[in-house]
């Protein structure tokens, strides 16, 4: 078990690559901490875990919300004493569209769910990882945090400050032994509204598996090695 001992916070735990995530997190012993709005999903993903043996809890908590953000924090501290690694799973992309035809309201969900969202986790866990003076933190972040794309500018925006949000924490915390990495990304079979793509396609893509395989890794390197950045895509497709 590679992370035997090890407390995990996951958000976006209640489907796609949070979910997977969290099943093989415990699966490698970690005692897993999920968190995403859906409650009866986060219940039926700890009940999963318990059955398999493993331990985990499920805190529903918007991640909007830094108020929910700070007792995720504080409720795992007081169940768990520690945090140990931090998984950034929540985003979403709402609508492809031209620019103009967004909303305030659609902006501000945009940018408030896919960075700001990933800024309040690292503030409520970074006092705790700095007092043990270890951590890893991860944004799972995509591709067009790299590379603009027409018709989504505000997910393009809100990625690629996550980029510039975890390239300034890792060098702000490396001295602590807090760790950050980017995963960047391509197209995952997991909900991907509101792109809807064919089976056919679908199976070319990224599964969720894969993605917490990678996750893993990255919370399991030699001591001697740091993933600042990792890119991932599917094998024969380009976004
Ligand atoms: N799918 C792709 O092609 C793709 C590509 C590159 C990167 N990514 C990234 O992968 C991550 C996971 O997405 P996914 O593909 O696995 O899609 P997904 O199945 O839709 O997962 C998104 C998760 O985020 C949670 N969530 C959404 N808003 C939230 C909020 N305000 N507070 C708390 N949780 C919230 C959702 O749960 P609730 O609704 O229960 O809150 C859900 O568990 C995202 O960061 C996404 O940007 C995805």
Known sequence: MKLKGRVAIITGASSGVGYSAARLFAREGATVVAAARRRDRLEHLVSEIAAEGHQGFSIPTDVTDSSQVQHLAEKTLSLLGQIDILIN????????????????????????????GAFYMARAVVPAMKRQNSGTIINLGSRVGKMGVANIGPLCAAQFALAGLSQSMAQE???????????????????????????????QLITTDDVA?????????PPSLRVDELPIMPRQVDF
């Open 213 to 221: 395989q990678s996750l893993l890794w990255v919370c399991t390197l």
């Open 89 to 116: 799973c929540v985003g979403g992309m709402m609508k492809i569209s031209a620019i103009e035809t967004f909303s305030d309201a659609e902006w501000r969900r945009v940018i408030d769910t896919n960075l700001s």
């Open 173 to 203: 915390l490396r001295p602590h032994n807090i760790f950050v990495t980017t995963v960047y990304a391509g197209l995952i079979n997991a909900d991907i509204h509101p792109l809807n793509p064919a089976e056919a396609f679908r199976r």
